[in-house]
């Protein structure tokens, strides 16, 4: 079984998780997931960044505030797919399961995924119902599971932290979006 933070199980979702439960790479993002319990944060998430999205004019879908940067439709369609792999991170090590997770090269999916050919209101039900089918296996971890930990891109995170880590990403996107698209 993977080790667990806190044995004696004082871990609480509402807490912002420690260092020691995820790589210094993403302390920026936990710095920037909202406060509060982490299942209540991404629940509020799914309703606030599907009603940015769907806000957006669909012309802006292609735009690049520079050359050699991502669309709008690639920054949110990155957003979906990071959900996608902090998600099953988050399975992997809840579930107890012990191999390591590889990493993902977001530039190798960025480069490599459609949504530039989807509609911005398609993204924005996609990020939807994915962050739902999370939030609603999340409600069931008590302070033993999102304690629990696994290897995932050569870095120990607890289930605490990558649900901070998600929903600090998905800020920091949309916050990027907000000052350097819009």
């Given at each position: 079984m993977p080790p667990v933070f806190n044995e004696t199980a004082q871990i609480m979702p509402d807490r912002l998780p420690e260092p020691s439960e995820y790589a210094p790479f993403y302390a920026g993002y936990?710095?920037?997931a909202p406060t509060g319990k982490i299942v209540d944060v991404?629940?509020?998430?799914?309703?606030?960044i599907r009603g940015f999205?769907?806000?957006?004019?669909?012309?802006?879908?292609?735009?690049?505030y520079?050359?050699?940067?991502?669309?709008?439709?690639?920054?949110?369609g990155h957003v979906v797919d990071t959900e996608r792999v902090f998600g099953y991170r988050a399975l992997h090590f809840a579930r107890g399961a012990t191999g390591a997770i590889p990493g993902m090269d977001q530039d190798e999916f960025a480069?490599?995924?459609p949504y530039h050919r989807?509609?911005?209101?398609?993204?924005a039900d996609e990020f939807s119902w994915l962050r739902a089918a999370n939030v609603e296996q999340y409600q069931a971890f008590d302070a033993e599971i999102f304690g629990r930990s696994g290897v995932a891109s050569g870095a120990t995170a607890s289930v605490r932290?990558?649900?901070?880590?998600?929903?600090g990403h998905a800020a920091h996107h949309i916050t990027v979006l907000e000052e350097r698209y819009l």
């Open positions: 936990v710095s920037e991404l629940r509020a998430q799914q309703t606030s999205i769907v806000g957006l004019p669909e012309e802006l879908a292609g735009y690049r520079a050359e050699g940067k991502w669309s709008v439709a690639e920054v949110l480069a490599t995924a989807r509609s911005l209101a398609s993204i932290a990558l649900l901070h880590i998600m929903a």
